[in-house]
């Protein structure tokens, strides 16, 4: 079983950078792929960006591209979502979730490929 739990969020200009933080428990956490979504009011979660165990694949949503950068510290059981020049249409809640495959190549995008999800956190950009 792996926790996940964000952090990092809140209200920010738009133009402005957030990092968001995932801290995850349990000792298998080097092996799993991991990504970030998010979910505006009234639409569905979306994909926005993937990162392979080694850190050595990464995939984005277009609205990602240019703007946003996943990493990881497996040392710390941490993955990070560097978020710069921010806009209004990027306020939502973003999720951490991670895929239970072991040392996989593939970096997932699609929501049913991951396992474990965090909680949540807001991330609101004021225009």
């Known amino acids: 079983q792996v926790q996940l739990v964000e952090s990092g969020g809140g209200l920010v200009q738009a133009g402005g950078s957030l990092r968001l933080s995932c801290d995850a428990s349990g000792r298998t956490f080097s092996n799993y792929a991991m990504g970030w979504f998010r979910q505006a009011p009234g639409k569905e979660r979306e994909f926005i960006a993937s990162?392979?165990?080694?850190?050595?694949?990464?995939r984005y949503a277009d609205s990602a591209k240019g703007r946003f950068t996943i990493s990881r510290d497996n040392a710390k059981n941490t993955v990070y979502l560097q978020m710069n020049s921010l806009k209004s249409e990027d306020t939502a809640v973003y999720y951490c979730?991670?895929?239970?495959?072991?040392?996989?190549?593939?970096?997932?995008?699609?929501?049913?490929?991951?396992?474990?999800w965090g909680q949540g956190i807001q991330v609101t950009i004021s225009s």
């Open positions: 979730a991670a895929k239970a495959s072991i040392r996989s190549a593939y970096a997932p995008v699609d929501l049913s490929d991951f396992d474990y």
């Open positions: 990162i392979t165990w080694n850190g050595l694949t990464t």
